[in-house]
């Protein structure tokens, strides 16, 4: 079996970009809270561990600023709903004003120093080798499916010497929920939903997707060297309709 259409997540499945989500929050933080960046780098590993607990890229920083006031990594990793809300009351910042100040942080980063911004992402062992085969024999046809601007990515892939058509990176400007996006790529290639394959590193997306009639026939893989913790991939593992896949696996022909 193979498919004639590959969709692929950007973030924790082709690219890494915990030290950008890390640099970014650090910045946050030191403009909100006035938290000096030394305060801040020796809670990176923790930070990067609860990361599949972000959903929004608002919460980073709130998260980062929980860790800073001494709440223990696993009652954040326990509970990290309950958390949220009760750090936003305690800051009296909202969801909106965090989400503004973050996006103004990456996009004077982004104007002032784009290549020192892109050069904090870096794809994961092997896949930029593997994506430049598929491009090489034409088959399957790839597509991006990603919550990250698709400028963005179109100029990381650029640097990996990979070159999709425009029209293959559906990122944040698609303004759409994945599954919405899946259903329009199968309408407009006219295939039937099993040969569409999508590999995602979040599996709440992959649960959304999967209470899509029409696409229940799609093939489902969770990436599991992305952003997931390891009770997820046990689930995934458990469940007949979804795929626990490999780096390794991935790479392979």
Known sequence: MSPRIL???????????????????????????????????????????????????WEMPLLLWGLQQGIREEDLRQDWPSWRQRLLQQVGVSELGLAQVLD??????????????LGLHRFYPGVAAWMRQLQAAGEPRLAILSTKEGRFIQQLLGREGIQLPRHRILGKEVRAPKATTLQRLLAAAQLPAEELWFVEDRLQTLRQVQRVPELEQVLLFLADWGYNLPEEREEAARDPRLHLLSLEQLCQP
Request: hydrophobic share 40%; net charge negative; glycine share 10%.
């Open 7 to 57: 969709v692929l997540d950007f973030d924790g499945v082709l690219c890494d970009g915990r030290a950008e989500y890390f640099a970014s929050s650090c910045r946050v933080c030191a403009q909100v809270w006035g938290l000096a960046p030394a305060q801040l780098e020796p809670l990176r590993p923790a930070f990067d561990r609860l990361r599949p607990l972000i959903e929004t890229g």
């Open 104 to 117: 103004g942080v990456r996009d004077r980063w982004i104007e002032e120093d784009l290549q020192g911004w």
